[in-house]
């Protein structure tokens, strides 16, 4: 199963809005509503901010929103803060029963 | 408050085995499907298994499957990953995670997203 693919690094500057894009196949992001995004700061660990690919958990700020067109998934960060810089990485169920994770995106606030 | 503690990480030499633990508190364990993500230094997040609610069912990694077996003692509120045939790719930070619910899922096997993380125990084999 091969990982998702993400933009290796995203910036923007404080107040702006930046998208990271999660791209699959057919086999995963395009045929299950199962898109979940994850942030991690560094040496923490990950932290679930859209799942289902538009939900958020209770406590997550709405400036986190997550949509989904075919085989490709989008988490979109509004407003962004400095508190925002960290590593986001997306994941979708699989037909074969499993889970796959993206590379992980970089991002940083200019 | 959820908390989820690993233990049982450490150094190995290759061709040996671990069992890791993850001591589960603040939820109702045996009512949730169960999970464990890695991560190698510097490197991203990958999937290693999961467990079914009951415990009857795991799924694995290609990368893993036929070396690593998930457990859990629901009397115990306890998750297990047993590692064997240990190799220096499989140095990473290892991750215990709570399934979250899912709007598009439900059942014994449901696994679409984590909700919640330990804070990971780490892995190392090298000789």
């Known amino acids: 199963q091969s990982a998702l693919t993400q933009p290796a690094s995203v910036s923007g500057s404080p107040g702006q809005s930046i998208t990271i894009s999660c791209t699959g196949t057919?086999?995963?992001?395009?045929?299950?509503?199962?898109v979940s995004w994850y942030q991690q700061h560094p040496g923490k660990a990950p932290k679930l901010i859209i799942y289902?690919?538009?939900y958020r958990p209770s406590g997550v700020s709405n400036r986190f929103s997550g949509s989904k067109s075919g085989n490709t998934a989008s988490l979109t960060i509004s407003g962004l803060q400095a508190e925002d810089e960290s590593d986001y990485y997306c994941?979708?169920?699989?037909?074969?029963?499993?889970?796959?994770f993206g590379g992980g995106t970089k991002l940083t606030v200019l | 408050e959820v908390q989820l503690l690993e233990s049982g990480g450490g150094l190995v030499q290759p061709g040996g085995s671990l069992r890791l633990s993850c001591a589960a508190s603040?939820?109702?364990?045996?009512?949730?499907?169960m999970g464990w993500v890695r991560q190698a230094p510097g490197k991203g997040l990958e999937w290693v298994a999961a467990i079914s609610i009951s415990g009857d069912s795991g799924y694995f990694a290609d990368s893993v499957q036929g070396r690593f077996t998930i457990s859990r003692d629901n009397s115990k509120n306890t998750l297990y990953l047993q590692i064997n045939g240990l190799r220096a790719g499989d140095t990473a930070v290892y991750y215990c995670a709570k399934v979250g619910a899912s709007r598009y899922c439900n059942g014994d096997s449901c696994y679409f997203h984590f909700d919640y993380w330990g804070q990971g125990t780490l892995v190392t084999v090298s000789s």
């Open positions: 289902d690919v538009s």
């Open positions: 057919s086999s995963d992001v395009g045929v299950y509503n199962s």
């Open positions: 603040g939820i109702s364990f045996g009512a949730y499907a």
């Open positions: 994941s979708s169920y699989t037909s074969s029963n499993t889970l796959v």
